[in-house]
């Protein structure tokens, strides 16, 4: 996709990787919406982007979302491009899972996202162009301990735009989803990092996962999965998951005592 002159809804604007891209994203001629939960942390960002619109809006509710669609078609005058980043993480054993946070995960890095590309497709399909980008995880496609709700929102989002992408075709409205590893970002309290010490997992800072999704649009990329061996690992996962079972449990233990340090 060329970005230039494009009209583009970005959520989760004010975070780790929203920032970087938003910065990247104006830089390439991109008009922009950003959408966030907090007015303040959007305004520090106009600082940069004085062009922008800035939308306040609680994705976690079909109406929340519609609202946001409704009001950056409003400032823009139409939407050619989505990036939907806002999401929720949780590091915890999963019979620690409260059920506010599971409800939360499932609607914020899942249900979120149905619930946007259902206000933003008549537009784009009518019009026979767009595209909506989503950022998954590698966790999305390769469970791990620790992450078990986790993972089960950014599964239930792959499936999501693997069967929306099908469905889309021939249309002229494309689908990408950016599967990153770790990035260091405030979703993630400090005993992720310590795991990650302990474990040899590697984080990636923001900024590079951020070029990697803007690449992603730029190529028109359907599914890009990020990291050195995480690619490999995924398929992997998929091909002989009963090896990776094994391969794991030996962290398993390790992962446990840093996931029930987690307040």
């Not at 620690?96 to 499932?106: A, H, K, V």
């Amino acid at each position: 996709m060329d970005i230039r002159g494009k009209r583009v809804l970005l959520t989760g604007a004010s975070g780790g990787i929203g920032t970087p891209l938003a910065q990247r994203l104006a830089a390439a001629g991109a008009r922009l919406a950003l959408v966030g939960r907090r007015r303040e942390a959007l305004e520090a960002l106009a600082g940069d982007i004085p062009s922008a619109a800035l939308v306040v809006a609680d994705l976690g509710s079909a109406p929340g979302c519609r609202a946001a669609v409704d009001e950056a078609r409003g400032a823009l005058g139409g939407i050619d491009l989505l990036v939907h980043l806002a999401g929720e993480g949780s590091f915890r054993w999963f019979t620690e899972e409260d059920d506010e946070t599971i409800e939360r995960l499932l609607r914020t890095n899942c249900a979120s996202a149905m619930w946007l590309a259902k206000a933003l497709l008549p537009e784009m399909t009518a019009r026979g162009s767009g595209r909506l980008v989503f950022c998954g995880s590698v966790l999305g496609a390769l469970a791990l301990p620790g992450y078990t709700a986790y993972a089960a929102s950014k599964f239930a989002l792959r499936g999501f735009t693997e069967g929306l992408r099908r469905e889309l075709a021939g249309s002229g409205v494309g689908v990408t989803l950016v599967a990153p590893r770790a990035v260091r970002t405030a979703l993630n309290p400090p005993q992720v990092y310590e795991m990650a010490q302990a474990t040899k997992m590697a984080v990636d800072p923001p900024e590079v996962v951020a070029e990697a999704i803007f690449e992603a649009i730029r190529r028109d990329a359907r599914e890009v999965v990020l990291g050195g061996m995480e690619p490999w690992v995924v398929r992997l996962n998929a091909l002989w998951p009963g090896l990776l079972d094994r391969l794991l449990r030996k962290q398993t233990e390790v992962v446990r005592r840093f996931a029930r340090r987690v307040p």
